[in-house]
């Protein structure tokens, strides 16, 4: 069984930074094997797309809204995929969640569909005060 795990949310002023992690388990699960992304959403919102990495780790693929601000990284080796957001804003502020999309090609097409991706986490709450 496949288990997604994020930590790392909080509060934080406008301006600030967080670093979200996401840690995958499972017998056989390996982050290098997968397409990863965040998504987030907002109270009364849709879940939407933040960023991507491709299951080689050579191409990211960011939402307008954070390009610049946000880098998707990840540890295949702990098996964990990161979130550095910097200079948060108020508008940044919901319950982030990690998910994998397993896909054998190392295209990032499709990587903003929630519906491509085959596991999700639970999510962890990032509040961005002003």
């Known amino acids: 069984q496949v288990q997604l795990v994020e930590s790392g949310g909080g509060l934080v002023q406008a301006g600030g930074s967080l670093r979200l992690s996401c840690t995958a388990s499972g017998r056989t699960f390996s982050i290098g094997s997968y397409t990863m992304g965040w998504f987030r959403q907002a109270p009364g919102k849709e879940r939407e797309f933040v960023a991507a990495?491709?299951?080689?780790?050579?191409?990211?693929y960011y939402a307008d809204s954070v390009k610049g601000r946000f880098t998707i990284s990840r540890d295949n080796a702990k098996n964990t995929v990161y979130l550095l957001m910097n200079s948060l804003k108020p508008e940044d502020t919901a319950v982030y969640y990690c998910?994998?999309?397993?896909?054998?090609?190392?295209?990032?097409?499709?990587?903003?569909?929630?519906?491509?991706?085959?596991?999700w986490g639970q999510g962890t709450q990032v509040t961005v005060s002003s």
């Open positions: 998910a994998a999309d397993y896909r054998p090609s190392w295209s990032l097409t499709g990587s903003d569909y929630a519906g491509s991706y085959d596991y």
């Open positions: 990495l491709n299951r080689g780790g050579s191409s990211t």
